[in-house]
């Protein structure tokens, strides 16, 4: 009974949430707008409430704590285990994708990739020295305008501004972390989240610079050594020089091997950067800031370098944002943005490579396929009910991002890779569980 009244309170609370949420939504006909009721709709979100959370305290009365903790840390373990394995397949898997997937798999893929490198390099802040950062799209958008403005008024190249754009992106790290440094968890996370809105703010209303909401249009795209991407195939394009066809898909293609090789950048130096006195000095402060300073660490410059070289990353992934779209507003460095980078790294597992570029790969991606796999559906058996599906599925996707938080928040509260093996051992490497691992808590 008391299961029952537990669920029974939980879907009487996703109904008041799903009423405006789901259930009520304006349509525009011939005389204006129109409230539209969807009874349907919110009774099977509130049912599966009802019935999800009835499941789940049905499988917690079998299974004591102790049981729970030891299949999490069992799970861990094989997921590790197996990281081996799929790490390198996943690698081939991106190599490879572009020689036989079209142009919307290709595009899907730079999608994925771009929110990986992000996830990466929020990781650094978050998950490996324990510094909760809301504000993180800030630094993306810092790349993002330093490499539109510098190609446009000083005609510089993409090759040329993407380190630029990283070192300025760096440098508004520093600044963020000197008047954080005395501040911890939910305080933290206000004050970088403030910051974020700042720079939001700063590009809207610096017109003369940032031209204001109306963005920054015709950015230079990327050159191959020189070679432009170009359809007319003249002198000093890549078609003319290979004496090939000239076609849209080849900067496509060549974008995506940008995006995957800077992603790649940012796996090797994290991973590097572990194996540093810096990285354990990450991980000391992650775990407890007291006792790292008793073992005189120099916090300051532990938490300055973090932030700085998580934005370092954020600007290099800005920069690439800027010259694949060919446009920027501040229409594309919202809140939003920040919470997705958070999400996929919180799902992922803190501090774990794989595990970001996994929950990057299912929370973007598999969205995205979908919605593809639901029109493809409406289009073979000519249904309206798949078509309104897939062209509604953008607008919960943050409810969907919000739901996989909490489902992963009560099965598996560190992530889906959770624990991990050590930096530095002496004698056998064994994995870390992750009850033992303070992750996220500075």
């Known amino acids: ?93 991106a190599i490879a994708m572009p020689f036989f997937g079209s142009r919307y798999y290709v595009d899907l893929g730079i999608l994925v990739l771009t929110y990986v490198m992000l996830g990466w390099g929020l990781n650094i802040v978050v998950g490996l020295a324990g510094l909760l950062d809301l504000g993180y799209v800030a630094f993306y958008a810092v790349g993002a305008y330093s490499y539109a403005l510098f190609a446009q008024h000083f005609g510089l190249g993409f ?42 703010v700063v590009l809207i209303n610096w017109t003369s610079l940032t031209n204001g909401p109306n963005g920054i249009s015709g950015i230079p795209r990327p050159t191959l050594f020189g070679l432009q991407f170009s359809m007319d195939g003249g002198e000093g394009t890549v078609a003319h020089f290979f004496n090939i066809e000239p076609a849209t898909i ?10 995957l090789g800077l992603a790649l950048l940012t796996n090797w130096v994290t991973l590097r950067l572990r194996r540093l006195p810096l990285g354990r000095a990450w991980e000391a402060l992650r775990e407890d800031e007291v006792a790292c300073r008793s073992l005189g660490i120099n916090v300051t410059s532990t938490k300055l370098t973090a932030f700085a070289i998580g934005a370092l990353f954020g600007g290099f992934a800005g920069a690439f944002f800027a010259t694949r779209q060919a446009f920027i507003s501040p229409e594309s460095f919202t809140f939003i943005e920040s919470a997705t980078v958070l999400a996929i790294v919180v799902l992922g597992g803190l ?85 033992l691992v303070a992750q996220g808590r500075g």
Request: hydrophobic share 55%.
């Open 159 to 200: 090759w040329t501004c993407l380190p630029l754009a990283g070192i300025l992106a760096a440098l508004w790290g520093i600044m963020l972390g000197f008047p954080v440094l005395r501040l911890r968890g939910d305080y933290l996370a206000i004050v970088t989240l403030a910051f974020g809105e700042i720079i939001r």
């Open 1 to 93: 009974m008391s299961a029952l009244r537990d669920a029974f309170l939980s879907a009487l609370i996703a109904l008041g949430l799903f009423v405006p949420l789901v259930g009520l939504i304006t349509t525009t006909t011939d005389r204006g707008l129109t409230l539209t009721v969807r009874p349907i709709a919110t009774a099977v979100l509130v049912g599966l409430v009802f019935f999800g959370r009835l499941a789940f305290l049905t499988w917690r009365r079998r299974h004591t704590g102790r049981e729970i903790v030891q299949s999490n840390r069992a799970f861990a373990e094989a997921l590790s285990r197996a990281g081996r394995f799929v790490a390198p397949v996943l690698l081939l898997f």
């Open 250 to 259: 080849q900067r496509v293609i060549f974008l995506y091997y940008v995006i």
């Open 351 to 435: 501090g774990s490579q794989l595990g970001v570029a996994l929950a990057a790969l299912v929370m973007i991606g598999g969205l995205e396929l979908l919605r593809g796999f639901l029109s493809y559906l409406a289009d073979q058996m000519h249904s309206p009910l798949f078509a309104d599906l897939a062209g509604e599925l953008p607008l919960y996707r943050m409810l969907i991002f919000g739901l996989a938080l909490v489902v992963m928040m009560v099965l598996r509260p560190r992530g889906l890779v959770s624990g991990r093996t050590p930096s530095v051992a002496l004698g056998e490497r064994r994995e870390i569980a992750a009850e």
